[in-house]
């Protein structure tokens, strides 16, 4: 981890908050830049590239808060970063401490997005669990929230950003009872969430339900 820490980032200093203005271009341009350089290390230290990821997701919503989104653009670079990126961090031979370390930092930078441009993030949060026990123990984290906000009792509209994050660890651990229980309380049948659901149901065998 001390390798790590001491790795230099070129797009560490220019990835900070507010650090760009409305215009799209040089961000989108930035962002490429970051994951271009986050891969490269990473085909010489795995770690380092993943550490070098988990530092770039951590940055990158409160640098781009300034920018115009509307165009799509932006969004699009982040989307595509995240999925080039949740691999590098996943598949680096991390020990267990540094990678509960890891998964908290970007938890808490998912907690504190206002933005929110890594939203994608928690449907990758199983993969980056990496074992079904500690996806199981981010599940039994996350899912009491879930079935606050899906409650009857609680007023229609509410959002929790974990909500996919719970349904991805549950899918990861194997656990797919609980997983298609979970989804049956849900009280709107949005696609982004029953999606967990087909994967469950095909995981099962249950190729008809799951095309159902």
């Known amino acids: 981890m001390s390798a790590a820490k001491a790795h230099k980032w070129t797009f560490q200093s220019r990835f900070r908050a507010g650090a760009f203005g409305w215009r799209s271009d040089l961000p989108a341009k930035r962002i490429k830049e970051a994951v271009t350089e986050i891969k490269i290390a990473a085909r010489k230290d795995k770690v380092i590239g993943a550490e070098g990821a988990v530092i770039f997701l951590e940055r990158v919503s409160g640098a781009l808060e300034n920018v115009d989104s509307s165009s799509g653009a932006i969004g699009a670079a982040v989307n595509h970063a995240i999925e080039t990126l949740v691999p590098i961090v996943a598949q680096a031979p991390a020990s267990d401490n540094l990678r509960d370390k890891w998964l908290e930092r970007l938890w808490h930078t998912i907690e504190d997005d206002q933005i929110p441009y890594i939203e994608l993030l928690p449907d990758h949060w199983g993969e980056l669990c990496v074992t079904p026990e500690r996806a199981s123990r981010w599940a039994d984290r996350l899912i009491e929230v879930v079935q606050l906000v899906w409650s009857p009792e609680m007023p229609r509209g509410g959002h929790f950003k974990g909500t996919s994050a719970c349904l991805s660890t549950l899918?990861?651990?194997?656990?797919?009872?609980?997983?298609?229980?979970?989804?049956d309380q849900a009280p709107y049948k949005f696609w982004h969430d029953r999606q967990w659901g087909v994967r469950a149901l095909i995981a099962q065998g249950k190729t008809t339900a799951a095309i159902r």
């Open 171 to 183: 899918y990861t651990a194997g656990r797919l009872e609980d997983l298609l229980n979970l989804l």
